[in-house]
């Protein structure tokens, strides 16, 4: 039989680390608690102002039930500039910031948002993109209209080529 190798013996642990920990975990616990009730504030008042009811909301990856774990939605919007929450709400909350880029805030809001004033900016981004649905309603109308006359003078044109009797084997009067 081969002999083993002792065991590395590791030393106690000292109080006053066990005692640190506890002190990180509560810091950790309490600003948790204030960005958790940032975070309910700002979806509140996406609900407010889209004049809808949130039913639920969570970070990406949560279980049944549960809002889920923060830290992966913080560490992403410190890199993307999003903080990563789903909203389920009765309507799409569509929005356009201030660059002109649209935005579902279904799927997350501007990072910038847990820590400056952004009322003023959802509702500029919300009217915004009220705006720009309304302009693209207006040149779909525009442009089915001018189909619609380009189509009449289509068949005008092509009427005017043919003669009575050809008019009346397809049933067309002049």
């Not at 204030?34 to 990406?60: E, G, H, M, P, Q």
């Not at 830290?71 to 309507?91: C, E, M, Q, W």
């Not at 525009?142 to 619609?148: A, I, M, P, R, Y």
């Amino acid at each position: 039989m081969k002999k083993r190798a002792p065991a590395t013996v590791i030393p106690p642990v000292k109080a006053e680390d066990i005692s640190r920990i506890m002190t990180i975990a509560q810091e950790l616990i309490d600003a948790e608690k204030i960005v958790l009730n940032r975070v309910r504030y700002i979806i509140d008042t996406i609900a407010k102002v889209y004049k809808t009811k949130c039913s639920c909301w969570y970070f990406y990856g949560a279980g049944e039930g549960d809002y889920g774990d923060m830290v992966p939605s913080i560490l992403d919007a410190t890199r993307y500039g999003v903080f990563s929450v789903v909203i389920h709400a009765n309507k799409e909350l569509d929005y356009t910031d201030s660059d002109g880029e649209d935005w579902s805030l279904s799927d997350g809001f501007p990072y910038k948002w847990l820590t400056q004033d952004f009322e003023e900016e959802l509702v500029a981004g919300r009217q915004a993109w009220l705006d720009k649905e309304e302009q693209s309603k207006k040149q779909r109308k525009l442009t089915k209209e001018q189909n619609s006359i380009k189509k009449q003078e289509a068949l005008a044109a092509a009427k005017a080529k043919l003669s009575k009797s050809e008019l009346a084997a397809l049933g067309i009067k002049r």
